[in-house]
């Protein structure tokens, strides 16, 4: 039997709260009432798209809160997708209308489904408002949001505007960029399992204000901080090789400048990619590896045996020494380095988004921005060479010598190594159960395959 194409577009049913909770907006039909429903592209940001769609199609001013239990992008047991909303303002458009949750049952619903699950979401919406950990899944969340950051922004001299838009949503997670009088602000805050992204970031902005946004304020209890826009072009809206060459440059300058922070770096949460702990995890990672390529369902893609996997061992192992007989120090690395979290302006280069920050071996960051490179862009040999000749530039001017060239000819191998492992995720029994993951890995594993038989030619190059 073949798969069926995933749709572009999925359909998701808006629940939306009137902003003293007593009410929910619905469609009325001959046939009952129904939930407001919107198409959203399924690779985009949810919160983002569905708002605005909501307010396109329905006329209603809302923000997102939480995806019930029940409901994900992969659908519910009935097929649908639902959005637990929240209006900050009351207007909407004919073909809908408020109504009193006290008035509600079951046949008032054209579908007897959408009064279960908004019973549901009723009662996950009460436990959110004494759940500490899910501030964002609460009652009032704008108003909640706009005034701390009214407070924090004051002393700058700016005023909060009306106008704001939001990205991401979940009951830890938000992302929402704010307009003022002045230049806009962005709230960022974040939960499980990326809480160690606060104090990073906290701890990057403090020691290189140069690479990373400006904060203006910060809220623990939330994990939440406020970031001045940066002015600039996203590194994946363009292909000019200047501006990516600028970025790869800023990189190694970032990284040159945190060798002497990196044990702070370590301390503030960041993945320790460094060599004796990469070195430690080949055994279990290969163990893990053998197994899912023994529980692979079909073939292709290729499984690889274990003695397959044996000599990739030795050769991951070999190109992490060499790596590290070359004595380059160890810096601050992204194992997300994609061009979409680097923002490209004439005098500087800003990165984002630091939650897989890591301390290790430089190099492979510039690898990871090269893939995306070779994606966005287009493979060249000839473009290629010049973006790895912008970021070698600083690194010769401190390493004796070819250890630069050596080491851009060593990275592929290991930098594919660091990232499969440089998470926890290879090692999260729950994460594992994902048939998705598992594939993942697999993926990860033959193309470290592919890696190490290129390696084996650039070898005797940089020891030469």
């Not at 407070?151 to 997670?173: T, V």
């Not at 501006?243 to 044990?263: C, F, G, K, M, V």
């Not at 995890?281 to 893990?288: K, T």
């Not at 070999?318 to 979290?341: C, Q, V, Y």
Request: aromatic share 10%; with cysteine.
């Amino acid at each position: 039997m073949s798969c069926q194409p995933q749709p572009e577009q999925e359909i998701w049913r808006a629940i939306v709260f009137s902003r003293d909770g007593t009410e929910v907006l619905l469609k009325i039909s001959e046939r009952g009432l129904l939930f407001p429903a919107v198409e959203v592209p399924r690779w985009e940001r949810l919160a983002e798209n569905l708002t605005a769609a909501l307010k396109k199609d329905w006329g209603c001013d809302a923000v997102c809160l939480f995806t019930p239990d029940n409901s994900s992008r992969d659908g519910n047991a009935d097929g649908h997708h639902y959005e637990v909303m929240e209006c900050w303002h009351d207007e909407h458009i004919g073909g809908t209308d408020w109504k009193s949750l006290h008035s509600l049952a079951e046949d008032s619903f054209q579908e007897e489904s959408d009064f279960r699950i908004l019973t549901r979401c009723l009662h996950e919406l009460d436990a959110y408002e004494h759940d500490p950990s899910s501030p964002f899944a609460r009652r009032g969340l704008i108003p909640r949001v706009q005034a701390w950051a009214t407070d924090a922004i004051q002393p700058l001299g700016l005023e909060l505007g009306s106008s704001f838009r939001q990205y991401n949503a979940s009951p830890s997670f938000s992302l929402i960029r704010f307009e003022t009088d002045g230049p806009a602000i962005w709230f960022k805050a974040v939960g499980k399992p990326n809480l160690r992204e606060f104090p990073i970031t906290l701890k990057l902005a403090e020691l290189f204000p140069g690479f990373i946004p400006e904060i203006l304020g910060q809220k623990s209890e939330w994990n939440a901080w406020l970031l001045r826009e940066v002015e600039g072009a996203g590194l994946g809206d363009t292909r000019e090789l200047v501006l990516w060459q600028r970025a790869a440059t800023s990189l190694a300058r970032l990284q040159i400048e945190s060798i002497s922070t990196a044990d702070s770096i370590l301390n503030s949460g960041a993945h320790d990619l460094r060599a004796d702990k990469l070195l430690k995890s080949i055994d279990p990672f290969f163990d893990l590896v053998a197994r899912l390529m023994e529980e692979q369902p079909k073939v292709p893609p290729p499984t690889l045996s274990r003695h397959e996997l044996g000599l990739l061992k030795l050769r991951i192992e070999d190109s992490l020494a060499l790596l590290e007989d070359l004595g380059i120090p160890n810096t601050l690395g992204h194992l997300d380095l994609n061009p979409w979290n680097v923002i490209v302006s004439v005098n500087r280069c800003v990165f984002l988004d630091w939650a897989e920050a890591y301390v290790g071996a430089p190099f492979f960051s510039f690898e990871y921005l090269l893939q995306h490179f070779r994606r966005e862009v287009g493979a060249d040999a000839v473009r290629e060479s010049e973006l790895a000749n912008a970021y070698g530039a600083p690194w010769r001017q401190l390493l004796p010598g070819d250890l630069t060239s050596d080491a851009l000819a060593l990275t592929p191998l290991a930098a594919v190594f660091a990232y499969a492992t440089g998470t926890s995720a290879w090692k999260d029994g729950e994460t594992l159960r994902d048939p998705k993951t598992r594939a993942y890995f697999r993926s990860l594993a033959r193309r470290m395959n592919r890696e190490a038989l290129q390696f084996i030619e650039r070898r005797p190059a940089c020891l030469s």
